[in-house]
């Protein structure tokens, strides 16, 4: 596994947490179940390897402490927060409550600013529209012929 997971493309979290354990011991063999559990802290060892087998389920307290443990930011964590609770919710309307909050915290997550330079670009209508006519085959490469073309 060359790249870490993206949390945003999951909607089950064991199997991200076994993805994510699975990416870690790709970088350093010595990396463990173990380990990470202890870094979170957890008192028990294996408690990590025990939610990822599903034998274990994690409690608001451990959900922060799991969060904390992968350095998530506001909307990765609000996301991992949504996709336990989830996963973890007896009823079809509590699961779909969640997963609607997921689908929320994934959209604005896709949402960036632009740099100076995209602004610069995007702020000018031509800009863009100029770029596609040059590439446009069947239009003479002239400024004349663009200009013709270009009508704000």
Known sequence: MTDPP???DYLDYR???????????????????????????????NFI?????????????????????????????????????????????EKDRYYRKMLAVKEYSKISRLGRDSYEYFSKWYCPALRE?????ALKQNVESIADHLTP
């Open 133 to 137: 006519m040059i590439d446009y085959k």
């Open 49 to 93: 390897k025990l939610v990822v087998e599903g034998k274990r389920n994690l409690s608001n307290e451990s959900i922060n402490k799991v969060a904390d443990g992968f350095s998530l930011d506001y909307k990765a964590r609000d996301f991992f927060e949504s996709m336990v609770l989830m996963n973890q919710a007896s009823c079809h309307k």
């Open 6 to 8: 993206i949390i945003y």
């Open 15 to 45: 199997m991200f947490l076994g993805d994510f354990i699975a990416y870690k011991k790709s970088k350093n063999r010595n990396y463990s179940y173990r380990f990470w559990a202890k870094s979170c802290g957890f008192s028990s060892p």
